[in-house]
């Protein structure tokens, strides 16, 4: 069985865009790594049906750019959708339907509705740009609004988005009118959220914190988030320079693995009480320098994580399906500056 997968990278040093590989899960063995689509800091993408919906810009202009996944697995341009503003996109998603498009600029701390048109892939026009204006954190990294994520709600009736400036996750309800505040919630003073991802039965949800190297295991229910628990994601006597990045909940619902650059490992945590809980189970080194994401298969079998720095290692590790645990299998292909890992659905 091959899986095909895709790399978002950054474009300041050797990345070329969207790189597409190839995955064969009797070897645990990368076959290939190639440029799938040349775009200038595709940093991020997203798959919704047969099209991949990637961040992007040009000079100063940031948007989203939306390409054909064809039945090879190569990528051909639809269309792009820019607007001008300070920084670029760092996430993108898409609703169920396929009928929004939502983009998350961290420099300029701005949340973004795109309508798309579900049936050709095509963006069609931005609906709206929301500055983020709440007060921001302790940390230096925290000097204003940097809004790090945008995504549905697992009920599809919100977008919820992570405010790594101000220590706030906001939901907000969506439509063609663009977005509309409907909750708030506040972490300590220093936390910087980043990344979430929801257990299937969407009554619980694990938000990882890249300054305080901390994930929160978060109550969910129509809208409105509560913090239920905290867990330190690296070794209580680490004391160098290090920040969270990704989070990804196997497919059986069983693991939780989350990022960590500096550290350059991934923690392991047990699911434990249909979602409520989680236990750490081990910190596994991730085998590169900087660790930004990771995927884990649809079969469970493997987990590929990208590093952004060094020498940009794809590194293919097999799981233990009981036990969590993960074991490197394959190290010798790279992406330059990889930043995101999506697999082929």
């Excluded at 969207?18 to 993408?45: C, H, N, P, W």
């Amino acid at each position: 069985m091959t899986t095909t997968g895709y790399i978002g990278t950054y474009t300041k040093k050797e990345g070329k865009g969207v790189y597409r590989f190839q995955l064969d899960e009797e070897t645990g063995k990368i076959t290939e790594v190639k440029t799938g689509y040349e775009l200038e800091a595709s940093t991020y993408v997203n798959q919704h049906n047969q099209f991949l919906y990637a961040v992007t810009k040009e000079g100063d202009d940031c948007g989203i750019a939306s390409l054909k996944i064809e039945a090879d697995g190569t990528l051909n341009l639809i269309n792009k959708c820019l607007a001008s503003t300070s920084g670029n996109g760092c996430y993108v998603s898409a609703s169920p339907d396929g009928k929004y498009i939502f983009e998350a600029i961290y420099g300029a701390g701005l949340a973004r509705i795109y309508e798309a048109n579900p049936e050709t892939g095509e963006i069609v026009r931005l609906i709206q740009e929301l500055a983020h204006d709440y007060p921001t954190g302790p940390s230096e990294r925290q000097e204003q609004p940097h809004v790090h994520y945008l995504n549905t709600t697992p009920d599809e009736k919100y977008v919820v988005a992570m405010d790594l400036g101000t220590d706030k996750v906001i939901t907000y309800e969506y439509g063609d009118d663009g977005l509309k505040v409907y909750d708030t919630i506040d972490f300590e003073p220093g936390d910087g959220p980043r990344h979430i991802t929801f257990h299937e039965n969407g009554r619980y949800a694990y938000l990882v914190h890249e300054l305080s190297n901390i994930v929160s295991t978060l109550k969910y229910e129509n809208g409105h988030f509560t913090e239920i628990e905290r867990h330190l994601t690296i070794p209580e006597n680490f004391d160098g320079d290090t920040k969270l990045a990704a989070v990804r909940i196997s497919h059986d619902q069983q693991f939780l693995y989350i990022s960590n650059r500096g550290h350059d490992s991934l923690a392991i945590f047990k699911v434990g009480d249909e979602g409520a809980t989680i236990s750490l189970v081990d910190i596994v080194k991730s085998g590169g320098e900087f660790p930004r994401d990771f995927n884990i298969t649809e079969s469970d079998d493997y987990l590929v994580c990208a590093h952004q720095e060094g020498d940009y290692a794809l590194t293919v590790f097999k799981r233990d399906k009981v036990t969590g645990n993960i074991e490197i299998v394959d190290n010798h292909e790279t992406a330059p500056e990889g930043v995101c890992v999506q697999f082929l659905k």
